[in-house]
């Protein structure tokens, strides 16, 4: 008899974490088409015709072929349940993945074998590390011809400072591809380019064994066979401790459009990657064994369904086991609430869930009562460490064309700040006043444009501001109130907090000279967390 214990030793919870283009979409795809959730997998980029990605819901993903929000996925895989976090790639969204990855256990680096370690993925690398969470790296496109396998491990440990151990190795590249040797468990994985889901799997002895010259070319045989004697030789050794505390990296080779190795790549970290982990709070850890219900809210989504006009909370179970009807408490509102209907997702496809254990996630009806970072818990008042939260460095005045739409115009504005997609100012002492909108990367702007107009029928007016540095100021009363009188561009957050708005670093540089006993913060926790 399985007990709620064996339920969430069963769980992995894992974010994909990648460039754009490098093809983490599609490698969700196949992941989700392993474990029966869909039929046929979605193309990411093609014709109108075309079946679109099933992690990609939003109108305007689809239209461009970019993830712009994060998407949780849940399928089985044996005995496993698995929840997938995909993030956006693209680096002006790269809040909403900071966000979604405290809600993973373990990360899976997807790596372009053509282009290599690439900018945004140096970022999300970063904050995996903070966190020493396993990473499990995934090289793509080996059925096109890409950079050498040695070199591409090298540029990994010269520019993320991680050590690697290549779980399978590749038997050519592009168009002399052939396959992948498993070195756990000894077998070659042969690719077929006419007919890339007809694997053949052939057992060996090791990289030397004689039956190989029967299905390998020769000359791709003996530089297979002088690669595996170098990796034995110089490699680093396998090592599942420093793999579980993040400073080893397994690396797989393979071609996720081509549904090459990625099964050989969902088998290994199944074994290898960890059930649900302890998470920190401010009475210490908490376990995912504890009997007690608790989880974080690290995402809200509006309009997942634009037929209901419906929010979304997104918690991850940090501990115990969730029943439905369960009565829990709201540790920031300090009031008690029952959660009713709470969903699990594949995309916006939802199922009511009736239980759900540490480890997973679920989908919450959200009337406006939670934010980003609240934490729910079963009897004991506690708060989890706090979520991250980064300064906006592209700012614009924002005003609606309509002023028969304004009232659904502030509650776009509103609904979308709450959802942490963009962050919402309003100037202070100036009247009338102005709204300001602060984000991370001016991407941002555009869905927020095409998000007002599509979801709230707000058309907009934005005009750009110089703005690049915000700060958020605290300090002695006395001086608070001396800077509040002089200091120009200043707004005040969706809390009432002052923020300081500069054009550059040195405007801030001055400012922060003229007022030494002021505290200057990057976000609005009024704590610099990264």
């Known amino acids: ?43 990411v980029k093609g014709k109108k015709n075309t079946k679109h990605a099933t992690s990609d819901w ?58 290599g370690v690439e900018a945004q993925t140096k970022k999300l690398f970063k904050v995996c590390r903070l966190r020493s969470i396993p990473i499990f790296t995934f090289i793509n496109k080996l059925d096109r011809q890409g950079r050498d396998p040695f070199e591409l491990m090298e540029e990994m440990e010269n520019l993320l400072g991680i050590r690697s151990y290549p779980m399978n190795w590749p ?97 290994h970290f199944l074994k290898l990657a960890p059930a649900p982990v302890p998470r920190e709070s ?12 608790s989880g974080f ?23 115990g ?14 009031k008690s609430m029952r959660l009713a209907q709470p969903t699990q ?47 906006p460095e592209h700012f614009t005045a924002i005003t609606v064309k309509d002023a028969m739409k304004h009232k659904s115009f502030e509650k776009g504005l509103q609904q979308l700040s709450e959802e942490g997609a963009i962050q919402l100012f309003h100037t202070y002492k100036r009247f009338p006043e102005l709204q300001i909108v602060g984000v991370i990367g001016v991407l941002q702007f555009e869905v927020l ?8 029928h707000a058309d907009i007016k934005m005009e750009s501001l110089p703005y690049s540095i915000a700060r958020w100021i605290d300090g002695p009363e006395k001086d608070m109130e001396l800077f509040k009188q002089k200091q120009k561009q200043l707004v005040t957050d969706r809390d009432g907090r002052i923020v300081a708005l500069f054009d550059n670093e040195f405007q801030m540089n001055m400012t922060k000279d003229k007022y030494p006993n002021l505290s200057f913060y990057e976000n609005s926790y009024l704590k610099n967390i990264w």
Not at 451 to 456: F, S
């Open 1 to 43: 008899m399985t007990t709620w214990k064996d339920e969430i030793a069963s769980r992995k919870t894992f974010a994909i974490i990648s460039h754009p283009d490098a093809g983490k979409t599609t490698l969700t795809e196949k992941l989700l088409y392993f474990g029966g959730a869909i039929r046929e997998a979605g193309t």
């Open 58 to 115: 939003m109108e305007i993903e689809k239209q461009r072929g970019i993830s712009v929000t994060s998407s949780v996925m849940e399928f089985r895989y044996r005995n496993f349940h698995i929840n997938i976090l995909d993030t956006p790639g693209h680096e002006d969204f790269s809040e909403d993945t900071y966000r979604t990855l405290t809600a993973a256990d373990s990360a899976t680096m997807l790596i372009d074998a053509a282009k």
């Open 171 to 267: 038997i050519g590249m592009g168009r002399d591809f052939q396959g992948i040797y498993d070195r756990i468990n000894k077998k070659i994985e042969l690719f077929d380019p006419d007919n890339p889901s007809n694997i053949q799997v052939k057992e060996v002895s090791g990289p030397n064994d004689p039956v190989l010259v029967d299905f390998i070319d020769p000359s791709l045989l003996e530089q297979f066979q002088e690669e595996m004697e170098l990796l034995d030789v110089a490699g680093d050794p396998y090592d599942e401790e420093r793999i579980l505390s993040g400073e080893l990296t397994p690396v797989f080779f393979g071609s996720a459009i081509s549904n090459f190795g990625v099964q050989n790549y969902l088998e």
């Open 282 to 293: 401010d009475i210490g850890p908490i376990s995912p064994m504890d009997a007690e219900f």
């Open 297 to 319: 809210v690290f995402k809200i989504q509006a309009n997942m369904n634009p037929k209901h006009r419906d929010r979304i909370a997104f918690l991850r179970i940090t501990s």
């Open 321 to 334: 086991k969730y029943t439905q009807g369960m009565s829990v408490r709201h540790v920031r509102l300090e």
């Open 345 to 391: 997702f594949l995309a916006q496809d939802r199922n009511i869930v009736k239980e759900a254990y540490a480890g997973d996630i679920i989908g919450l009806f959200d009337p406006g009562t939670f934010r980003i970072g609240d934490t729910l818990a079963e009897r004991t008042s506690f708060s989890f460490d706090e979520m991250p939260h980064f300064s």
């Open 449 to 456: 444009e095409y998000r007002l107009k599509n979801e709230y």
